[in-house]
């Protein structure tokens, strides 16, 4: 379900969605429907899984450091530096990019891009461990 996730720029919106989807999944595999009410993160304690959320973002923060410490001339780097053309868009709040929400996911765990870099250092920095 969630094959190349490190790439996506996910909207709260989407991140709904997807998060819903699992917890069918979770509520199906362990034979409670939702005439039981009970919680969502009662269910994922008892299946000792992460919110999938925190997943999400530890792939992508994950994907990062895999290009971050990439040589400056491989092909994805290169990608990286490339100046779109300004297109004229319509009006409303700008498409949310994927480097936007990497400079989100970096402010949220008070980090800098640098850390990449150290490969033991920011695998755990990243890390999300599932609950037990």
Not at 13 to 22: A, F, G, M, T
Not at 61 to 67: A, K, N
Not at 80 to 105: F, M, N, Y
Request: hydrophobic share 35%.
């Amino acid at each position: 379900m969630l094959y190349g996730s490190e790439c996506w720029a996910v909207k709260q919106q989407q991140l709904h969605k997807v998060n819903v989807s699992e917890m069918r999944m979770f509520r199906w595999m362990c034979g409670k429907t939702r005439k039981y009410r009970i919680r969502n993160i009662e269910i994922q304690r008892q299946l000792g899984v992460a919110p999938i959320d925190t997943k999400i973002r530890e792939w992508r923060l994950r994907w990062f450091g895999h290009l971050q410490r990439r040589p400056t001339n491989a092909p994805t780097r290169k990608l990286d530096s490339i100046e779109t053309v300004e297109i004229r868009r319509g009006r409303g709040r700008p498409k949310l990019t994927w480097d936007a929400l990497i400079k989100r996911d970096l402010n949220g765990l008070q980090s800098s891009p640098s850390i990449a870099l150290n490969r033991a250092q920011w695998k755990s920095l990243i890390h999300v461990a599932d609950p037990s």
